[in-house]
């Protein structure tokens, strides 16, 4: 079982910064650790679909951003902490939301998606203020 905790959200005004910090411990029902692991951010807000922001793949380094993020967020790994971030800056209004945080997704280059046998944190608010 792996154990998923977001956290680094909060309220900012447009143009400011946040980071988010995704910790995941344990082993997947594959026998899989955090080397292994695709993870990424998923952002829900009230009224819109949930929208996946960005993942990297630890066993390959491929890294995906959605469209409505580039240039303006950037994830990274460290395997010694066992914890993605996800850098946030130049945030719009737009970016509010509940934040994700999921262990053993698709993450490509052009694509991600989440699966029934994932893992999911609680989530993290970001709120930004216009």
């Known amino acids: 079982e792996v154990e998923v905790v977001e956290s680094g959200g909060g309220l900012v005004q447009a143009g400011g910064s946040l980071r988010l910090s995704c910790t995941a411990s344990g082993t997947t029902t594959h026998g899989f650790t955090f080397g292994d692991f695709a993870i990424g951010w998923f952002r829900q807000a009230p009224g819109k679909e949930r929208e996946g922001v960005s993942c990297?793949?630890?066993?390959?380094?491929?890294?995906y951003y959605a469209d409505s993020v580039k240039g303006r967020f950037t994830i990274s790994s460290d395997g010694a902490k066992n914890t993605v971030y996800l850098q946030m800056d130049s945030l719009k209004p737009e970016d509010t939301a509940i934040y994700y945080c999921v262990v053993d997704i698709l993450c490509l280059e052009a694509t991600m998606r989440s699966y029934g046998m994932d893992y999911w944190g609680n989530g993290t608010p970001v709120t930004v203020s216009s």
């Open positions: 990297i793949s630890n066993g390959d380094g491929r890294i």
